[in-house]
């Protein structure tokens, strides 16, 4: 029980202070990503892409695809540089063959793929893609050092600078695919600001220090590769998993690729506003997270992963479920010391009269509590795009949005015992203005 209650003030007290050196770490990041800019900007270019492929999967997208496609063939690189878009039609069955079909643009391809091929999850329709571009690459002569491949899904938009801010980074040959920032365009409703926090601010943090530590993740929007460092790992860079691009982030790790994350740039995509819909994407993310953990034994032996970046993988594969069972634990501990307080029921335990355990919900409700409010202040004199006010509704619902991501968790540990690995597409919303 003693295990139980150190386990309890080590959730309580440790990640706050997680959370403050985050905080730390960005404020640092955002004052020297001047310096750091004008610096890149006299470095030898001869390693930037010539050629952008903006691949979007597409399975029954009518609702949005026309806008990605038409912002997609918009992003222009530097000079000297062309983009193109291919689309993959992934068996859709509703109108989304008709809104392709009606865009006319010499830099747009589609490719249909029909079944028994069709509807095999998003890693099979980016390797289709992937071979495509492959094959075009070699029979035009191209280096496929000097292509880049990014993703960009059925409601995504990329920022104007993107392919610059991307090219930039791959100014350095060892970079093998770069992840962009996240944010959230529909961030007018409370679920939707509350993702956007957790993305432009949250996980924006996270990957500034992975930035350091040289662990970056691929996350499945706003994700850039080399097609040079793609065909280093085969015929299929995407797999099967939950969570194909978190793997593929892994398996470039492992393969001695440098992946490096921008803030300067970013994609914007729907937040799920429903919160049964957000639950089950939080429970595919987790179910793919736990498939992922099987690569614990290939980081340890790897000879291309140091230590400290060994440190932090582990820690990001790991710590989801050390917090589901350290939280699981803390409750039911709550739960025994609350039932010895009615009176019959045997000898208190820990907590002796129902005002301690009011003063002990007020002190982890502000524990909770205080880290959305941090990086709500963070947010808004980083980006300031977006009301104050907002901010704070959505960093005032953050600890529930967390035990939604507990809830998760625990049901992709159901899943992955019962081997249950279908899942059904999470359907797009109507567009909405979208906000800067």
């Not at 404020?27 to 050629?51: C, F, Q, V």
């Not at 941090?374 to 980083?382: I, K, P, S």
Request: overall charge positive; charged content about 20%.
């Amino acid at each position: 029980m003693t295990a139980i209650l150190l386990v309890g003030f080590a959730l309580l007290t440790l990640w706050p202070a997680y959370n403050l050196a985050l905080v730390a770490f960005t404020t640092r990041d955002s004052a020297t990503a001047g310096r750091r800019r004008r610096r890149d900007a006299i470095a030898p270019n001869e390693h930037e892409p010539l050629t952008f492929w903006i691949v979007v999967p597409a399975l029954n997208e009518e609702r949005v695809v026309g806008r990605t496609v038409g912002a997609a063939l918009a992003l222009q690189g530097p000079a000297g540089t062309r983009t193109r878009v291919m689309v993959v039609d992934d068996g859709s069955d509703d109108g989304t063959p008709d809104v392709l079909a009606a865009i006319d643009h010499p830099n747009l391809t589609v490719l249909r793929r029909d079944f028994p091929n069709a509807r095999k999850g998003k890693g099979e329709a980016l390797n289709a893609a992937f071979r495509a571009i492959r094959d075009l690459a070699l029979r035009h002569g191209e280096d496929p050092a000097l292509v880049a491949v990014g993703v960009i899904d059925g409601d995504g938009r990329g920022s104007a600078n993107i392919l610059t801010e991307v090219s930039r980074q791959m100014r350095d040959p060892r970079v093998g695919a770069v992840q962009t920032r996240v944010r959230i365009h529909n961030r007018n409703r409370v679920l939707g600001a509350v993702q956007d926090l957790e993305f432009a601010a949250i996980a924006n943090a996270s990957q500034l220090l992975r930035n350091a530590a040289g662990t970056v993740g691929l996350g499945g929007n706003g994700q850039f590769a080399r097609l040079s460092s793609l065909m280093r790992l085969g015929d299929a860079p995407w797999s099967h998993c939950l969570v194909e691009d978190l793997e593929l982030g892994l398996r470039m790790h492992l393969n001695g690729e440098r992946i490096r994350y921008t803030s300067i740039a970013n994609v914007n995509q729907q937040g799920l506003v429903d919160v049964k819909r957000l639950l089950r994407q939080r429970t595919r993310w987790a179910q793919g997270n736990l498939q992922c953990v099987g690569y614990v034994p290939k980081l340890v032996a790897s000879r291309q992963v140091r230590n400290h970046a060994l440190l932090e993988m582990l820690y990001y594969l790991l710590a989801p479920w050390m917090n589901a069972f350290g939280t699981a634990g803390v409750f039911g501990l709550w739960g025994f010391a609350m039932w010895r307080l009615i009176p019959g029921h045997g000898d208190t335990v820990l907590i002796h009269s129902w005002t301690q355990m009011g003063h002990v919900a007020l002190f982890w409700a502000l524990g909770m509590t205080a880290p959305g409010l941090v990086w709500a202040t963070v947010h808004r004199l980083q980006l300031g795009d977006e009301k104050l006010g907002r901010l704070l509704v959505a960093a005032v619902a953050y600890p529930f949005f967390l035990l939604l991501g507990l809830v998760s968790t625990w049901r992709a540990i159901g899943r992955q015992i019962s081997r249950r690995q279908a899942w059904a597409k999470t359907e797009r919303l109507v567009e909405e203005p979208v906000l800067s």
